[in-house]
């Protein structure tokens, strides 16, 4: 078989006419034939462009969900942060005061001490108020002898003489004659 054979062959296998009458033009006569294939792979080409669509818009919405969850994210975080912040100066602030009540619990304690010594020189005060009242009231007599300004410690060492010598104001003199 030689290609004239081939061509021969083909256009005899080919109809001069359609079936109504009209005759074939060729290669239209081919596109009869792939025109419900080019139809289904239209339409599929356009449901995948309708899904690619879709898909985008969708990727789009996510991805602002996943932005809106970030910031939302972010925000818990900083809110956290703020949180453990306070906690901190929180517990800061709880060590200071714990500080400041020993300090104030030290303070007291000698503030204690110090009220009570206070008392106790307050109580020697007033003893020594009372001695010096009693010195104030004494009139000077000596219970033995009802004589003003007696010595009692000199009696039995020097004369009555010198003693009222000294009650007026004279000073003892190691020549005055002793008892």
């Not at 079936?19 to 290669?27: I, L, R, V």
């Not at 975080?77 to 030290?106: F, H, P, V």
């Amino acid at each position: 078989m030689t290609l004239d054979d081939l061509k021969s062959n083909s256009m005899k296998d080919q109809p001069d006419e359609k079936s109504n009458g009209d005759k074939a033009e060729g290669p239209r006569s081919l596109s009869t034939r792939w025109r419900p294939a080019a139809l289904i792979l239209g339409l599929l080409c356009l449901g995948l462009l309708v899904t690619v669509i879709l898909l985008i818009i969708q990727l789009s919405q996510v991805s602002d969900l996943l932005k809106q969850q970030k910031v939302k994210l972010t925000h818990q975080e900083d809110i956290l942060e703020g949180q453990a912040l306070a906690q901190r100066q929180a517990e800061k602030s709880s060590q200071e005061s714990q500080r400041e009540l020993e300090m104030i619990e030290t303070l007291a304690h000698k503030l204690d001490e110090k009220s009570k010594k206070l008392m106790e020189l307050q109580q020697q005060n007033l003893n020594l108020q009372k001695a010096l009242e009693k010195a104030a009231n004494f009139s000077g007599i000596h219970p033995a002898n009802h004589r003003p300004f007696q010595f009692p410690i000199l009696d039995g060492v020097i004369s009555e003489e010198t003693q009222q010598l000294m009650a007026l104001g004279g000073r003892y003199s190691f020549d005055a004659p002793l008892v």
